[in-house]
Protein backbone atom coordinates (compact mmCIF):
# COMPACT_ATOMS: atom_id res chain seq x y z
CA UNK A 1 0.00 0.00 0.00
CA UNK A 2 1.79 2.99 -1.25
CA UNK A 3 1.42 7.04 -0.77
CA UNK A 4 -0.04 7.26 -4.04
CA UNK A 5 -2.80 4.57 -3.18
CA UNK A 6 -3.68 6.07 0.06
CA UNK A 7 -4.49 9.54 -1.85
CA UNK A 8 -6.38 7.79 -4.16
CA UNK A 9 -8.32 6.32 -1.29
CA UNK A 10 -8.93 9.60 0.71
CA UNK A 11 -10.14 11.48 -2.70
CA UNK A 12 -12.80 8.60 -3.69
CA UNK A 13 -13.70 8.69 0.42
CA UNK A 14 -13.99 12.35 0.14
CA UNK A 15 -16.03 12.59 -2.79
CA UNK A 16 -18.29 9.91 -2.04
CA UNK A 17 -18.84 11.30 1.85
CA UNK A 18 -19.85 14.51 0.28
CA UNK A 19 -22.28 13.14 -2.30
CA UNK A 20 -23.32 11.00 -0.03
CA UNK A 21 -24.40 13.69 2.72
CA UNK A 22 -26.11 15.40 0.02
CA UNK A 23 -28.10 12.40 -0.65
CA UNK A 24 -29.18 12.12 2.65
CA UNK A 25 -30.06 15.93 3.32
CA UNK A 26 -32.49 15.67 0.13
CA UNK A 27 -34.36 12.52 1.25
CA UNK A 28 -34.34 12.80 5.14
CA UNK A 29 -31.64 10.13 5.37
CA UNK A 30 -29.15 8.83 8.08
CA UNK A 31 -27.40 5.73 6.14
CA UNK A 32 -25.47 5.64 2.91
CA UNK A 33 -22.52 3.79 1.71
CA UNK A 34 -19.96 6.56 0.38
CA UNK A 35 -16.96 3.93 -0.89
CA UNK A 36 -17.67 0.74 -3.02
CA UNK A 37 -14.31 -1.05 -3.16
CA UNK A 38 -13.06 1.20 -6.00
CA UNK A 39 -9.10 0.44 -5.73
CA UNK A 40 -7.66 -3.18 -5.21
CA UNK A 41 -5.24 -1.97 -2.64
CA UNK A 42 -8.29 -1.10 -0.83
CA UNK A 43 -10.88 -3.90 -0.43
CA UNK A 44 -13.18 -2.34 1.89
CA UNK A 45 -16.79 -0.90 1.91
CA UNK A 46 -17.43 1.97 4.02
CA UNK A 47 -20.95 3.29 4.96
CA UNK A 48 -22.86 6.21 7.38
CA UNK A 49 -24.94 5.69 10.21
CA UNK A 50 -25.40 8.50 11.80
CA UNK A 51 -22.50 9.66 13.32
CA UNK A 52 -20.83 6.56 12.90
CA UNK A 53 -19.18 4.93 10.20
CA UNK A 54 -18.87 0.72 9.17
CA UNK A 55 -16.14 -0.45 7.53
CA UNK A 56 -16.00 -3.89 5.99
CA UNK A 57 -12.95 -5.84 5.11
CA UNK A 58 -13.64 -8.44 1.87
CA UNK A 59 -9.86 -9.58 1.09
CA UNK A 60 -9.15 -13.21 1.14
CA UNK A 61 -6.60 -13.03 3.64
CA UNK A 62 -7.64 -10.24 5.71
CA UNK A 63 -5.75 -6.49 5.95
CA UNK A 64 -2.72 -6.22 8.25
CA UNK A 65 -3.61 -4.50 11.57
CA UNK A 66 -0.99 -1.85 9.91
CA UNK A 67 -3.24 -1.61 7.08
CA UNK A 68 -6.27 -1.33 9.33
CA UNK A 69 -4.80 1.65 11.46
CA UNK A 70 -4.30 3.43 7.80
CA UNK A 71 -7.50 2.66 6.65
CA UNK A 72 -9.49 3.73 9.56
CA UNK A 73 -7.08 6.79 9.65
CA UNK A 74 -8.18 8.19 6.29
CA UNK A 75 -11.89 7.40 6.92
CA UNK A 76 -11.63 9.48 9.87
CA UNK A 77 -10.00 12.56 8.00
CA UNK A 78 -11.70 12.24 5.15
CA UNK A 79 -15.34 11.58 6.27
CA UNK A 80 -14.96 13.69 9.05
CA UNK A 81 -16.19 10.46 11.64
CA UNK A 82 -14.74 10.06 15.02
CA UNK A 83 -12.00 7.94 15.50
CA UNK A 84 -14.10 6.07 18.45
CA UNK A 85 -17.29 5.77 16.34
CA UNK A 86 -15.54 3.62 13.24
CA UNK A 87 -16.25 -0.02 13.19
CA UNK A 88 -14.07 -2.54 11.23
CA UNK A 89 -14.93 -5.90 10.59
CA UNK A 90 -13.70 -8.67 8.18
CA UNK A 91 -16.26 -11.05 5.75
CA UNK A 92 -14.44 -13.74 5.50
CA UNK A 93 -16.19 -17.31 3.71
CA UNK A 94 -18.31 -19.02 6.09
CA UNK A 95 -18.97 -22.85 5.64
CA UNK A 96 -21.70 -24.99 7.10
CA UNK A 97 -23.68 -23.90 10.47
CA UNK A 98 -20.75 -21.10 10.82
CA UNK A 99 -23.17 -19.16 9.07
CA UNK A 100 -25.44 -18.49 11.62
CA UNK A 101 -23.09 -17.78 14.27
CA UNK A 102 -22.31 -14.09 15.57
CA UNK A 103 -18.92 -12.98 14.72
CA UNK A 104 -18.14 -10.72 17.68
CA UNK A 105 -20.82 -11.20 21.39
CA UNK A 106 -20.96 -6.72 21.38
CA UNK A 107 -23.80 -5.30 19.90
CA UNK A 108 -24.16 -1.83 18.80
CA UNK A 109 -27.36 -0.54 18.35
CA UNK A 110 -28.59 2.92 16.90
CA UNK A 111 -31.47 4.08 14.91
CA UNK A 112 -30.97 5.33 11.94
CA UNK A 113 -33.25 7.34 9.49
CA UNK A 114 -33.98 6.40 5.81
CA UNK A 115 -36.95 8.25 3.82
CA UNK A 116 -38.34 9.50 6.90
CA UNK A 117 -38.71 5.97 8.31
CA UNK A 118 -36.84 5.08 11.31
CA UNK A 119 -34.59 1.71 11.35
CA UNK A 120 -32.99 -0.38 14.00
CA UNK A 121 -29.13 -0.90 12.88
CA UNK A 122 -26.58 -3.46 14.76
CA UNK A 123 -22.81 -2.47 13.66
CA UNK A 124 -21.20 -5.25 15.47
CA UNK A 125 -22.53 -8.34 16.19
CA UNK A 126 -23.22 -9.17 12.01
CA UNK A 127 -21.55 -8.53 8.98
CA UNK A 128 -25.15 -7.83 7.89
CA UNK A 129 -26.47 -4.44 10.14
CA UNK A 130 -30.05 -5.36 9.63
CA UNK A 131 -30.34 -2.93 6.56
CA UNK A 132 -29.35 -3.71 2.89
CA UNK A 133 -28.62 -0.19 1.74
CA UNK A 134 -28.81 -1.28 -1.50
CA UNK A 135 -32.24 -1.92 -1.49
CA UNK A 136 -33.60 1.79 -0.70
CA UNK A 137 -35.20 2.10 -3.78
CA UNK A 138 -36.80 -1.02 -4.39
CA UNK A 139 -38.25 -0.15 -0.72
CA UNK A 140 -39.82 3.30 -2.30
CA UNK A 141 -40.81 1.35 -5.12
CA UNK A 142 -42.49 -0.89 -2.47
CA UNK A 143 -44.10 2.08 -0.56
CA UNK A 144 -45.68 3.51 -4.02
CA UNK A 145 -47.29 0.58 -5.16
CA UNK A 146 -48.91 -0.40 -1.40
CA UNK A 147 -51.58 1.73 -1.21
CA UNK A 148 -54.43 -0.28 -0.58
CA UNK A 149 -53.20 -3.42 -1.21
CA UNK A 150 -52.23 -7.36 0.58
CA UNK A 151 -48.83 -7.29 1.04
CA UNK A 152 -47.02 -10.77 2.02
CA UNK A 153 -43.39 -10.26 2.95
CA UNK A 154 -41.67 -13.76 2.54
CA UNK A 155 -38.27 -14.11 4.45
CA UNK A 156 -38.77 -10.54 6.00
CA UNK A 157 -35.42 -10.33 7.93
CA UNK A 158 -35.57 -7.43 9.97
CA UNK A 159 -39.19 -5.94 8.27
CA UNK A 160 -37.72 -3.20 6.50
CA UNK A 161 -40.23 -4.01 3.40
CA UNK A 162 -42.97 -4.30 5.80
CA UNK A 163 -42.17 -0.90 7.23
CA UNK A 164 -42.29 0.77 4.21
CA UNK A 165 -45.58 -1.29 3.18
CA UNK A 166 -47.32 0.15 5.60
CA UNK A 167 -46.09 3.28 5.83
CA UNK A 168 -47.34 3.75 1.73
CA UNK A 169 -50.86 2.98 2.62
CA UNK A 170 -51.15 -1.18 2.09
CA UNK A 171 -54.61 -2.88 4.07
CA UNK A 172 -52.43 -5.67 5.81
CA UNK A 173 -48.73 -6.49 5.88
CA UNK A 174 -48.15 -10.23 6.48
CA UNK A 175 -44.15 -10.61 7.26
CA UNK A 176 -42.98 -14.20 7.29
CA UNK A 177 -39.36 -15.22 8.77
CA UNK A 178 -38.24 -18.49 10.54
CA UNK A 179 -35.74 -16.88 13.16
CA UNK A 180 -37.00 -15.37 15.98
CA UNK A 181 -34.57 -12.67 16.42
CA UNK A 182 -35.31 -11.46 13.27
CA UNK A 183 -38.99 -11.22 13.71
CA UNK A 184 -39.07 -9.46 17.31
CA UNK A 185 -36.32 -6.67 15.30
CA UNK A 186 -39.31 -6.51 12.46
CA UNK A 187 -41.84 -5.84 15.22
CA UNK A 188 -39.37 -3.15 16.69
CA UNK A 189 -38.55 -1.69 13.69
CA UNK A 190 -42.49 -1.24 12.61
CA UNK A 191 -43.48 0.21 16.22
CA UNK A 192 -40.72 2.74 16.24
CA UNK A 193 -42.76 4.00 12.95
CA UNK A 194 -46.04 3.78 14.76
CA UNK A 195 -47.47 0.40 13.06
CA UNK A 196 -48.39 -1.69 16.14
CA UNK A 197 -52.00 -2.88 15.20
CA UNK A 198 -53.41 -6.24 13.95
CA UNK A 199 -53.58 -5.48 10.27
CA UNK A 200 -49.33 -5.29 10.50
CA UNK A 201 -48.18 -9.45 11.62
CA UNK A 202 -45.60 -10.95 11.77
CA UNK A 203 -45.26 -14.58 11.60
CA UNK A 204 -42.17 -17.08 12.84
CA UNK A 205 -42.79 -20.09 10.84
CA UNK A 206 -40.98 -21.57 7.66
CA UNK A 207 -42.17 -19.86 4.84
CA UNK A 208 -42.32 -23.26 2.99
CA UNK A 209 -44.63 -24.35 5.19
CA UNK A 210 -46.48 -21.05 5.45
CA UNK A 211 -47.38 -20.94 1.67
CA UNK A 212 -48.71 -24.45 1.41
CA UNK A 213 -51.12 -23.65 4.46
CA UNK A 214 -51.79 -20.60 2.74
CA UNK A 215 -52.75 -22.64 -0.35
CA UNK A 216 -54.71 -24.70 0.95
CA UNK A 217 -56.77 -21.68 2.96
CA UNK A 218 -56.91 -20.06 -0.33
CA UNK A 219 -55.49 -17.09 0.37
CA UNK A 220 -55.14 -14.12 -1.53
CA UNK A 221 -52.38 -11.33 -1.72
CA UNK A 222 -52.17 -8.65 -4.39
CA UNK A 223 -47.81 -8.01 -3.70
CA UNK A 224 -45.16 -10.42 -2.39
CA UNK A 225 -41.92 -9.56 -1.70
CA UNK A 226 -39.42 -12.24 -2.31
CA UNK A 227 -36.31 -11.72 -1.76
CA UNK A 228 -34.79 -14.54 -0.25
CA UNK A 229 -31.29 -15.48 0.82
CA UNK A 230 -29.43 -17.54 -2.04
CA UNK A 231 -28.99 -20.49 0.92
CA UNK A 232 -29.71 -21.44 3.83
CA UNK A 233 -29.55 -24.49 5.45
CA UNK A 234 -30.81 -23.28 9.06
CA UNK A 235 -31.78 -26.37 11.67
CA UNK A 236 -34.94 -25.54 11.67
CA UNK A 237 -35.67 -26.11 7.80
CA UNK A 238 -36.65 -29.83 6.97
CA UNK A 239 -34.79 -29.30 3.80
CA UNK A 240 -32.11 -26.59 2.74
CA UNK A 241 -33.10 -23.65 0.36
CA UNK A 242 -31.13 -23.36 -3.11
CA UNK A 243 -32.31 -20.38 -4.98
CA UNK A 244 -30.64 -22.14 -8.22
CA UNK A 245 -32.67 -24.95 -7.76
CA UNK A 246 -35.75 -24.08 -6.23
CA UNK A 247 -36.76 -20.95 -7.22
CA UNK A 248 -39.46 -22.10 -10.05
CA UNK A 249 -41.31 -24.00 -7.74
CA UNK A 250 -41.46 -21.21 -5.38
CA UNK A 251 -42.85 -18.65 -7.93
CA UNK A 252 -45.43 -21.28 -9.09
CA UNK A 253 -46.41 -21.49 -5.74
CA UNK A 254 -46.86 -17.86 -5.28
CA UNK A 255 -48.47 -17.33 -8.46
CA UNK A 256 -51.65 -19.25 -7.38
CA UNK A 257 -51.04 -16.91 -3.74
CA UNK A 258 -51.71 -14.10 -6.43
CA UNK A 259 -54.61 -12.56 -7.09
CA UNK A 260 -55.82 -11.32 -10.63
CA UNK A 261 -53.31 -8.54 -11.79
CA UNK A 262 -50.86 -9.13 -8.61
CA UNK A 263 -47.44 -8.19 -8.64
CA UNK A 264 -44.41 -10.66 -7.16
CA UNK A 265 -40.93 -8.67 -6.92
CA UNK A 266 -38.68 -10.90 -6.56
CA UNK A 267 -34.65 -10.55 -6.15
CA UNK A 268 -31.36 -12.07 -5.28
CA UNK A 269 -27.71 -10.80 -4.88
CA UNK A 270 -26.05 -14.44 -5.97
CA UNK A 271 -23.69 -13.87 -8.64
CA UNK A 272 -24.43 -15.14 -12.52
CA UNK A 273 -27.69 -16.24 -11.31
CA UNK A 274 -30.49 -15.23 -13.90
CA UNK A 275 -34.22 -16.12 -14.24
CA UNK A 276 -35.72 -18.17 -17.12
CA UNK A 277 -37.71 -15.51 -19.24
CA UNK A 278 -39.05 -18.67 -21.27
CA UNK A 279 -40.66 -20.35 -18.95
CA UNK A 280 -41.93 -17.49 -16.85
CA UNK A 281 -43.82 -15.81 -19.63
CA UNK A 282 -47.32 -17.80 -20.09
CA UNK A 283 -47.93 -16.46 -16.86
CA UNK A 284 -46.04 -13.37 -15.78
CA UNK A 285 -45.02 -10.28 -17.65
CA UNK A 286 -41.37 -9.82 -16.32
CA UNK A 287 -40.12 -6.85 -16.17
CA UNK A 288 -36.18 -6.45 -14.67
CA UNK A 289 -35.67 -3.33 -13.34
CA UNK A 290 -32.23 -3.64 -11.53
CA UNK A 291 -30.95 -0.48 -13.67
CA UNK A 292 -33.54 2.14 -12.39
CA UNK A 293 -33.13 1.04 -8.35
CA UNK A 294 -29.16 1.56 -8.66
CA UNK A 295 -28.68 3.07 -5.09
CA UNK A 296 -26.36 5.66 -4.25
CA UNK A 297 -23.15 4.75 -3.67
CA UNK A 298 -22.81 1.34 -5.30
CA UNK A 299 -20.76 0.50 -8.09
CA UNK A 300 -22.05 -1.33 -10.82
CA UNK A 301 -20.71 -4.41 -11.97
CA UNK A 302 -19.35 -5.41 -8.07
CA UNK A 303 -19.92 -8.96 -6.89
CA UNK A 304 -22.93 -9.49 -4.60
CA UNK A 305 -24.88 -6.87 -6.66
CA UNK A 306 -28.75 -7.24 -6.57
CA UNK A 307 -30.81 -8.12 -9.61
CA UNK A 308 -34.46 -7.13 -9.01
CA UNK A 309 -37.74 -8.59 -11.16
CA UNK A 310 -40.95 -7.38 -11.58
CA UNK A 311 -43.48 -10.24 -12.22
CA UNK A 312 -47.17 -8.97 -13.19
CA UNK A 313 -49.51 -12.12 -13.15
CA UNK A 314 -51.44 -12.59 -16.35
CA UNK A 315 -52.40 -16.39 -15.80
CA UNK A 316 -51.90 -19.36 -13.72
CA UNK A 317 -48.52 -21.08 -13.96
CA UNK A 318 -48.55 -24.45 -14.63
CA UNK A 319 -46.66 -26.79 -12.59
CA UNK A 320 -43.08 -27.30 -12.85
CA UNK A 321 -40.73 -30.04 -12.11
CA UNK A 322 -40.12 -30.02 -8.10
CA UNK A 323 -36.22 -30.75 -6.73
CA UNK A 324 -36.88 -33.17 -4.04
CA UNK A 325 -33.79 -32.86 -1.67
CA UNK A 326 -32.77 -35.29 0.76
CA UNK A 327 -33.33 -34.09 4.34
CA UNK A 328 -30.46 -33.31 6.51
CA UNK A 329 -28.45 -34.57 9.30
CA UNK A 330 -26.84 -32.47 11.30
CA UNK A 331 -23.63 -32.98 13.47
CA UNK A 332 -22.31 -29.59 15.56
CA UNK A 333 -18.71 -30.66 16.09
CA UNK A 334 -18.15 -30.74 11.94
CA UNK A 335 -18.46 -27.78 10.31
CA UNK A 336 -19.73 -29.03 6.57
CA UNK A 337 -19.31 -27.34 3.20
CA UNK A 338 -23.11 -25.11 2.33
CA UNK A 339 -23.27 -27.70 -0.87
CA UNK A 340 -22.63 -30.75 0.59
CA UNK A 341 -25.39 -33.20 1.91
CA UNK A 342 -24.57 -35.32 4.67
CA UNK A 343 -25.53 -38.74 2.81
CA UNK A 344 -25.37 -42.50 3.80
CA UNK A 345 -21.70 -44.22 2.61
CA UNK A 346 -23.83 -46.38 0.55
CA UNK A 347 -25.52 -43.96 -1.52
CA UNK A 348 -22.61 -41.99 -1.95
CA UNK A 349 -20.70 -45.03 -3.67
CA UNK A 350 -23.73 -45.82 -6.03
CA UNK A 351 -23.88 -41.90 -7.20
CA UNK A 352 -19.83 -42.33 -7.63
CA UNK A 353 -20.30 -45.23 -10.04
CA UNK A 354 -23.11 -43.78 -12.03
CA UNK A 355 -20.75 -41.02 -12.38
CA UNK A 356 -17.95 -43.44 -13.79
CA UNK A 357 -20.37 -45.20 -16.44
CA UNK A 358 -22.25 -42.38 -17.62
CA UNK A 359 -18.56 -40.46 -18.38
CA UNK A 360 -17.08 -43.34 -20.32
CA UNK A 361 -20.46 -43.33 -22.07
CA UNK A 362 -19.82 -39.63 -23.11
CA UNK A 363 -16.04 -40.27 -23.86
CA UNK A 364 -16.90 -43.44 -26.10
CA UNK A 365 -20.09 -41.45 -27.67
CA UNK A 366 -17.97 -37.92 -28.44
CA UNK A 367 -15.24 -40.14 -30.12
CA UNK A 368 -17.87 -42.26 -32.36
CA UNK A 369 -19.13 -38.91 -33.30
CA UNK A 370 -15.52 -37.48 -34.49
CA UNK A 371 -14.39 -40.36 -36.13
CA UNK A 372 -17.98 -40.80 -38.10
CA UNK A 373 -17.10 -36.68 -38.77
CA UNK A 374 -13.93 -37.57 -40.46
CA UNK A 375 -14.98 -40.43 -42.13
CA UNK A 376 -17.49 -38.16 -43.82
CA UNK A 377 -15.10 -35.27 -44.84
CA UNK A 378 -12.51 -38.04 -46.30
CA UNK A 379 -15.49 -39.30 -48.97
CA UNK A 380 -16.64 -36.40 -49.69
CA UNK A 381 -13.02 -35.10 -51.25
CA UNK A 382 -12.54 -38.42 -52.26
CA UNK A 383 -15.34 -37.99 -54.98
CA UNK A 384 -14.55 -34.35 -55.16
CA UNK A 385 -11.33 -35.42 -56.57
CA UNK A 386 -12.49 -37.84 -58.84
CA UNK A 387 -14.74 -35.80 -60.39
CA UNK A 388 -14.04 -35.34 -64.58
CA UNK A 389 -12.97 -31.68 -64.62
CA UNK A 390 -14.59 -29.71 -67.90
CA UNK A 391 -12.32 -28.13 -70.00
CA UNK A 392 -13.20 -25.06 -72.29
CA UNK A 393 -10.08 -24.20 -74.22
CA UNK A 394 -10.60 -26.31 -76.97
CA UNK A 395 -13.91 -24.93 -77.40
CA UNK A 396 -13.78 -22.14 -81.18
CA UNK A 397 -14.42 -18.91 -79.96
CA UNK A 398 -17.17 -17.15 -81.87
CA UNK A 399 -16.09 -14.73 -84.35
CA UNK A 400 -18.24 -11.93 -85.08
CA UNK A 401 -16.09 -10.00 -87.74
CA UNK A 402 -17.44 -12.13 -90.65
CA UNK A 403 -21.53 -11.28 -89.63
CA UNK A 404 -22.15 -8.76 -92.63
CA UNK A 405 -22.89 -5.27 -91.60
CA UNK A 406 -26.70 -4.52 -92.37
CA UNK A 407 -27.09 -1.68 -94.87
CA UNK A 408 -29.69 1.17 -94.92
CA UNK A 409 -28.21 3.29 -97.20
CA UNK A 410 -30.82 2.29 -100.32
CA UNK A 411 -34.06 2.64 -97.78
CA UNK A 412 -36.20 5.32 -99.58
CA UNK A 413 -36.32 8.02 -97.50
CA UNK A 414 -40.28 9.16 -96.23
CA UNK A 415 -40.94 12.63 -97.88
CA UNK A 416 -43.66 14.91 -95.84
CA UNK A 417 -43.70 17.43 -98.70
CA UNK A 418 -46.23 16.31 -100.36
CA UNK A 419 -48.40 15.93 -97.29
CA UNK A 420 -51.67 18.13 -97.27
CA UNK A 421 -51.07 21.28 -94.43
CA UNK A 422 -54.41 20.97 -92.39
CA UNK A 423 -56.04 24.66 -92.23
CA UNK A 424 -56.72 26.12 -88.58
CA UNK A 425 -58.03 29.39 -89.70
CA UNK A 426 -61.51 28.42 -89.95
CA UNK A 427 -61.62 27.36 -86.35
CA UNK A 428 -62.84 29.69 -83.88
CA UNK A 429 -60.96 31.16 -81.24
CA UNK A 430 -61.39 29.64 -77.88
CA UNK A 431 -61.93 32.30 -75.14
CA UNK A 432 -59.62 31.42 -71.96
CA UNK A 433 -60.90 34.47 -69.97
CA UNK A 434 -63.66 32.82 -68.40
CA UNK A 435 -62.09 29.94 -67.14
CA UNK A 436 -61.33 29.27 -63.89
CA UNK A 437 -57.99 29.37 -63.29
CA UNK A 438 -56.16 26.11 -61.40
CA UNK A 439 -54.27 25.82 -58.73
CA UNK A 440 -50.86 24.78 -58.87
CA UNK A 441 -49.94 25.91 -55.31
CA UNK A 442 -50.89 22.30 -53.64
CA UNK A 443 -48.86 20.16 -56.70
CA UNK A 444 -45.79 18.59 -55.92
CA UNK A 445 -43.00 19.98 -57.63
CA UNK A 446 -41.23 17.86 -60.15
CA UNK A 447 -37.64 16.72 -59.92
CA UNK A 448 -35.70 16.92 -62.98
CA UNK A 449 -32.84 15.10 -61.14
CA UNK A 450 -33.43 11.44 -62.28
CA UNK A 451 -34.69 12.78 -65.76
CA UNK A 452 -31.85 11.25 -68.05
CA UNK A 453 -29.83 13.70 -69.93
CA UNK A 454 -29.83 13.68 -73.41
CA UNK A 455 -26.75 12.82 -75.35
CA UNK A 456 -25.54 14.93 -78.64
CA UNK A 457 -22.46 12.78 -79.19
CA UNK A 458 -23.50 10.44 -81.79
CA UNK A 459 -25.31 14.21 -83.70
CA UNK A 460 -23.67 14.45 -86.85
CA UNK A 461 -21.79 17.96 -86.80
CA UNK A 462 -23.72 20.33 -89.59
CA UNK A 463 -20.97 21.59 -92.11
CA UNK A 464 -20.49 25.55 -93.01
CA UNK A 465 -17.80 25.24 -95.73
CA UNK A 466 -20.11 24.90 -98.52
CA UNK A 467 -22.49 27.67 -97.94
CA UNK A 468 -21.43 31.00 -100.40
CA UNK A 469 -20.38 33.57 -98.09
CA UNK A 470 -22.24 37.03 -98.47
CA UNK A 471 -20.20 40.19 -100.46
CA UNK A 472 -20.97 43.27 -98.68
CA UNK A 473 -18.84 44.93 -101.79
CA UNK A 474 -21.21 46.87 -103.12
CA UNK A 475 -23.26 48.05 -100.59
CA UNK A 476 -23.74 51.65 -100.25
CA UNK A 477 -21.63 53.25 -97.49
CA UNK A 478 -24.05 55.27 -94.96
CA UNK A 479 -22.81 59.33 -94.68
CA UNK A 480 -23.65 60.81 -91.61
CA UNK A 481 -22.27 63.76 -92.05
CA UNK A 482 -26.13 65.63 -92.42
CA UNK A 483 -26.91 63.83 -89.46
CA UNK A 484 -27.86 66.52 -86.69
CA UNK A 485 -25.73 66.43 -83.76
CA UNK A 486 -27.03 65.21 -80.49
CA UNK A 487 -26.87 67.31 -77.18
CA UNK A 488 -26.03 66.23 -74.30
CA UNK A 489 -26.14 69.01 -72.16
CA UNK A 490 -29.06 68.10 -70.47
CA UNK A 491 -27.73 64.56 -69.86
CA UNK A 492 -26.96 63.52 -65.73
CA UNK A 493 -23.26 62.69 -65.39
CA UNK A 494 -22.18 59.98 -64.99
CA UNK A 495 -20.73 57.93 -61.77
CA UNK A 496 -17.53 56.52 -62.42
CA UNK A 497 -16.72 55.12 -59.33
CA UNK A 498 -17.67 51.53 -61.10
CA UNK A 499 -15.07 52.84 -64.06
CA UNK A 500 -12.06 50.14 -64.17
CA UNK A 501 -8.85 51.66 -62.81
CA UNK A 502 -6.42 52.05 -64.78
CA UNK A 503 -2.73 50.13 -64.75
CA UNK A 504 0.36 51.87 -64.79
CA UNK A 505 2.47 49.48 -64.20
CA UNK A 506 3.45 49.95 -68.10
CA UNK A 507 4.74 53.53 -66.95
CA UNK A 508 8.49 54.24 -67.03
CA UNK A 509 9.12 54.09 -63.56
CA UNK A 510 11.16 57.77 -61.98
CA UNK A 511 14.83 58.41 -62.06
CA UNK A 512 16.01 59.62 -58.45
CA UNK A 513 19.21 58.63 -58.48
CA UNK A 514 20.02 62.03 -60.37
CA UNK A 515 18.13 64.24 -57.92
CA UNK A 516 21.17 66.38 -55.37
CA UNK A 517 20.84 65.20 -51.91
CA UNK A 518 20.33 67.61 -49.29
CA UNK A 519 22.67 68.66 -46.72
CA UNK A 520 22.05 68.85 -43.44
CA UNK A 521 25.76 69.56 -41.71
CA UNK A 522 25.21 73.35 -41.21
CA UNK A 523 21.94 72.67 -39.06
CA UNK A 524 22.17 73.14 -35.26
CA UNK A 525 21.74 69.83 -32.87
CA UNK A 526 19.67 70.04 -30.38
CA UNK A 527 19.96 69.54 -26.53
CA UNK A 528 17.87 67.09 -25.37
CA UNK A 529 18.97 67.49 -21.82
CA UNK A 530 16.65 65.89 -19.28
CA UNK A 531 16.93 69.49 -16.60
CA UNK A 532 15.74 70.68 -19.68
CA UNK A 533 11.97 70.94 -20.87
CA UNK A 534 11.38 69.49 -24.47
CA UNK A 535 8.89 71.82 -26.36
CA UNK A 536 5.57 70.50 -27.38
CA UNK A 537 3.61 72.36 -29.88
CA UNK A 538 3.57 75.82 -29.17
CA UNK A 539 4.04 77.76 -26.03
CA UNK A 540 0.99 77.47 -24.03
CA UNK A 541 -0.59 73.73 -24.99
CA UNK A 542 -1.41 71.24 -23.42
CA UNK A 543 0.99 68.74 -22.46
CA UNK A 544 1.15 64.56 -22.18
CA UNK A 545 -0.37 63.71 -19.01
CA UNK A 546 1.78 63.41 -16.45
CA UNK A 547 4.70 64.71 -18.34
CA UNK A 548 4.40 68.43 -16.27
CA UNK A 549 5.11 66.14 -12.80
CA UNK A 550 7.73 64.11 -13.77
CA UNK A 551 11.35 65.51 -12.64
CA UNK A 552 14.85 63.57 -12.41
CA UNK A 553 15.39 61.60 -9.34
CA UNK A 554 17.70 62.83 -6.39
CA UNK A 555 19.42 61.07 -3.70
CA UNK A 556 17.17 60.01 -0.94
CA UNK A 557 19.21 59.33 1.82
CA UNK A 558 20.95 63.18 1.57
CA UNK A 559 20.46 66.12 2.29
CA UNK A 560 17.20 67.70 0.66
CA UNK A 561 16.32 64.71 -0.69
CA UNK A 562 12.69 64.55 -2.47
CA UNK A 563 10.44 61.75 -4.09
CA UNK A 564 10.53 60.85 -7.55
CA UNK A 565 6.88 62.46 -7.73
CA UNK A 566 6.90 66.34 -7.52
CA UNK A 567 3.99 67.89 -5.34
CA UNK A 568 1.30 69.79 -7.56
CA UNK A 569 1.71 72.55 -5.52
CA UNK A 570 5.63 72.94 -5.75
CA UNK A 571 6.56 75.56 -8.29
CA UNK A 572 8.24 74.58 -11.31
CA UNK A 573 11.77 75.74 -11.28
Given at each position: ???????????????????????????????????????????????????????????????????????????????????D??????????????????????????N????????E??????????????????????????????????????????????????????????S????????R???????????????????????????K?K???????????A???????????????D?????????????????????????????????????????????????????????G??????????????????????????D??????????????????????????????????????????????????????????????????????????????????????????????????????????????????????????????????????????????????????????????????????????????????????????????????????????????????????G???????R???????????????????
Amino acid sequence: MNEYDKKDFGKLLKSGALEGRRWMKATDSEAVRIYDRQLSSFPVTVELFGKCAKVVDYSEDGMSDEEIVITKDIVNRMAYIESDRIYFQRRKKREGIEQHTAPSSVSTVLNVKENGLTFEVDLTSHIDTGLFLDMVNVRSLVRDMSSGLKVLNLFSYTGSFSVYAANGGAESVTSVDLSNTYSAWAERNLKANGYITERYSCIRQDADVFIDEALKEKRKYNLVIFDPPAFSNSHKMEKCFDIRCDYLDWIYRINHLLDDNGVLIFSSNLGNFGIEKNRLKQAFKVTEITKDIHAQGFVNGKAGQCRVWLLEKTAHMKPVRKVVRPKKTYDPSEARSLDVFKNPAKENKEMEEVKDEYLDRLVLTMEADEAGIEAKRAERAQKRDARPRREYSDRPRKDFEDRPRREYSDRPRRDFDDRPRRDFSDRPRRDFEDRPRRDYSDRPRRDFDDRPRREYSDRPRRDFEDRPRRDFADRSRRDFEDRPRRDFSDRPRRDFDDRPRREYSDRPRRDFEDRPRRDYSDRPRRDFDRNEKPRYGSKGSVKPYGFDNIRSSRDRSGEGSSFFWRNKNEEDK
